[in-house]
């Protein structure tokens, strides 16, 4: 990789009904795929619901799900950007690399890309990462508030040559092809 560039990590957990499984793509700031893995769905068995009962999500998104996803990464990204807030602490703590949470939000652009602004909730940003869209919404730990202007540096110089949210798309894409390949 050139020196300079930065890495972007998107890392998602999929909890459905039945199962769970997660998958983490790393990305140059063009967005092109550097590493990727995924998990096999975790299906737990009804005796493990009864026995693990409310901590059973935790268990399996953080033991399961993301030790063996963080730990499979070859190619270690300089921040992880996540769909899911809650999230954070963990990825944070296993992998020792800072996460974001980031989304899409409906509020009219800031006035300047690079932009980024503080919100009334406690470590949420809204962040113009771009010239023409609406600005994102990233959330970050409080120990990691201090460091936002250098993630909203990283973010928006990444913008100029890819849409930031798209990889989150391009992971279930994935996802959904390893499954119907693994059904046949």
Known sequence: MEKGKQ???YLTVDAQENYFRGAALVTDSRGIPTDFRYT????????ERILYGSALDIYLREDIILDNLLGAIE?????WLLEDAELIGPVQKISRTPAIAVEAS??????QSGQCEPTAEQGVFMLQADNISAPLRLAVSDDNISKISQFAQTLTSSAEGMEL???????QRALETVSESESK
Request: glycine share 4%; charged share 30%; aromatic share 4%.
């Open 7 to 9: 890495l972007i990590g």
């Open 165 to 171: 949210l798209e990889p989150f798309s391009r992971i």
């Open 40 to 47: 096999e769905p975790v299906r737990p068995t009804k005796l």
């Open 106 to 111: 409906a509020r009219a652009p800031l006035d």
């Open 75 to 79: 190619t270690k990204p300089s921040l």
